[in-house]
């Protein structure tokens, strides 16, 4: 199916374990979002990406890494997990940076 | 820092009466403003969305108003139906870094009261 697409949409996990996060979309849009979202905080950047390997920091990066080796492909990666990283997890692209952001379904982040 | 707030996180309304969700944002050099709606268990969605060289934008049922003196955005919702429940953000898009960035407000939750 056309659109964004993320996986897996609940996942559980222990502290310290290593967890990715996929995003995939098929517009071929350049621009490419992580967001959390948290009670009382609303949407927070973790990552974004302009194009294809170009990356870059957003409000919340730290204990994140992220990768852009395909326009479409968007993994977002917790390398140690911590249980202040319970959250759900939105991905988004955008065409250019002035436009609306398309959101994917979420994943449900669990840190046991 | 750059904030963008809403003046009441929750909005009960009576089916067919018309719904107003208000934001106020501080960064007067923001140009560009987005209302997204958000259902339950899933990802925000698209609304509508206003640009700073305009007042005043119509869609479909909804119709978003930017004053740029005060720096606050409204959405009214004409009609308001049981489909309407939902938490709403607004947006606005503040350039930092290499890129524009999208900040969001913590959301108000419209309750449509059949």
């Known amino acids: 199916d056309a659109g964004i697409t993320q996986s897996p949409r609940y996942k559980i996990t222990e502290t310290g374990r290593q967890v990715t996060l996929m995003c995939h979309q098929t517009?071929?849009?350049?621009?490419m979002f992580w967001y959390r979202q948290d009670l009382g905080h609303g949407l927070r950047l973790i990552y974004y990406s302009a194009a294809a390997d170009i990356t870059d920091k957003g409000e919340v990066p730290d204990g994140y890494v992220v990768s852009r080796s395909k326009t479409e492909n968007f993994p977002l990666t917790l390398e140690s997990a911590t249980r202040s990283q319970t959250s759900v997890y939105f991905c988004a692209s955008s065409m250019t940076q002035n436009n609306e952001q398309f959101f994917g379904p979420g994943t449900r982040l669990t840190v046991l | 820092g750059e904030s963008v707030g809403l003046h009441l996180p929750t909005l009960s309304v009576q089916e067919g009466d018309n719904s107003i969700i208000n934001c106020a944002y501080s960064?007067?050099?923001?140009?560009?403003f987005i209302w997204y709606k958000q259902e339950s268990g899933k990802g925000p969605q698209f609304i509508i969305d206003?640009?700073?060289?305009?007042d005043k934008r119509q869609g479909q049922r909804v119709t978003v108003l930017l004053n740029k003196t005060v720096k606050h955005l409204s959405l009214q919702i004409a009609a308001t139906q049981p489909g309407d429940s939902a938490v709403y953000f607004c947006a606005e898009s503040v350039h930092g870094g290499a890129t524009n960035k999208l900040i969001f407000g913590t959301g108000t939750l419209l309750a449509v009261q059949p």
């Open positions: 206003i640009r700073s060289n305009m």
């Open positions: 517009w071929s849009h350049s621009y």
């Open positions: 960064n007067s050099a923001s140009d560009y």
